[in-house]
């Protein structure tokens, strides 16, 4: 079966960094778009940044030139690099995976940024 298994959150002071990564089984790993969402408490899931197959990448606004994602298809993960981390960050972390409309998330991961 399909499994997202995310892993590296944790709490971290402002300006801080954390990676993210995420590994994936039971799926044809490299032709999935891959995609980091977080959901803050009272808020809905946002997309945080997202990669296609061809690398083509995608972030919000929000955390333009402070967040890479970026893919390693040998290992079936995807990562994400979080720098200059903000207490807005804080929210838990998903993982998705999205080939033609159909998705599938991990469980997630908590972040916490401390001011």
């Known amino acids: 079966q399909v499994q997202l298994v995310e892993s590296g959150g944790g709490l971290v002071q402002a300006g801080g960094s954390l990676r993210l990564s995420c590994a994936a089984s039971g799926i044809i790993f490299s032709i999935y778009a891959m995609g980091w969402y977080r959901q803050a408490p009272g808020k809905q899931r946002e997309l945080v940044a997202r990669?296609?197959?061809?690398?083509?990448?995608k972030y919000a606004d929000s955390v333009k030139g402070r967040f890479t994602i970026s893919r390693d298809n040998a290992k079936n993960t995807v990562f994400l690099q979080m720098n200059s981390l903000k207490p807005e960050d804080t929210a838990v972390y998903y993982c998705n995976a999205e080939l033609y409309g159909g998705n599938y998330w991990g469980q997630g991961t908590q972040v916490t940024v401390a001011s």
């Open positions: 990669i296609t197959s061809l690398g083509n990448e």
